[in-house]
């Protein structure tokens, strides 16, 4: 679920910052994607909260996660230039997304590694 949250916070910020890139002839279409790239990922992130959680528990964390990050990032387009926003939105989810996959392949490689064995 990890990896799926990661990728789609990854996919959102590259639609925000190609959306930046080519102007609005074709923004709104990108503007949609990116924001359900990155709901998606804050769904999965959410429920990584609660892992242990009944099943109400996680979604009221989930859609409340989603909800206030969507909160600041509209807050955050009224205080500054909408597309410095989501520009500076779709790096940071690239970065965060970048920073967690590669934590994921981390762990993956040390749970890979049979114990006592030596790193060359």
Known sequence: MRATAYTAGVLGGVCLVVRHLVGSSSGDVLSWVAAAFLA??????????????????????????????????????????????DLGVGVVAIAVGLVGVGRIVAEHDREARPRGAHSS
């Open 40 to 85: 998606i990922a804050g769904l999965g992130l959410a429920l990584e909260l609660v892992p242990t959680a009944p099943k109400w528990l996680q979604a009221v964390v989930a859609v409340g996660v989603v909800a206030l990050v969507a909160a600041v990032w509209v807050t955050l387009r009224d205080a500054i230039d909408h597309e410095l926003a």
